[in-house]
């Protein structure tokens, strides 16, 4: 929005107008906004990328706790996908773990 519109704007709807058009509600129930930056997550590119069965095979390997159940920890993914020709760091794959990835396929 340019200066002169966002006056505008600003000068023609009262601020309780401004907060009926967008509720609260609506705005929890959407959630924070995400900004994707820089390129797309490389766990959810291989996800996307591979065949089912392997695809599978590796979200069985992320849902796996390490510490709990004695799952994959993040460098031997990253070790045991080389083997697909997926290049992809422990640090990468523990972001997309914990969810702090730019990952569309959440």
Same mark, same amino acid.
Not at 36 to 40: D, E, V
Not at 100 to 103: E, L
């Given at each position: 929005m340019t200066h002169s519109v966002r006056s505008e704007y600003a000068t023609r709807?009262?601020?309780?107008?401004?907060?009926q058009a967008v509720s609260l509600e609506t705005l929890v129930a959407a959630g924070p906004p995400r900004t994707?930056?820089?390129?797309?997550c490389s766990v959810g590119i291989a996800l996307a990328s591979l065949p089912d069965s392997e695809s599978i095979a590796l979200t069985a390997m992320l849902a796996s706790n390490p510490?709990?159940?004695?799952?994959w920890k993040n460098v031997d993914i990253s070790e045991a996908i080389k083997g697909s020709g997926i290049r992809i760091k422990?640090?990468?794959?523990? $972001?997309?773990? $914990?969810g702090? *990835?730019? *990952?569309e396929s959440r």
């Open positions: 709807y009262s601020i309780q107008e401004r907060w994707r930056k820089g390129p797309g510490t709990l159940d004695g799952g422990g640090e990468t794959i523990a $972001r997309h773990r $914990r702090g *990835c730019s *990952c």
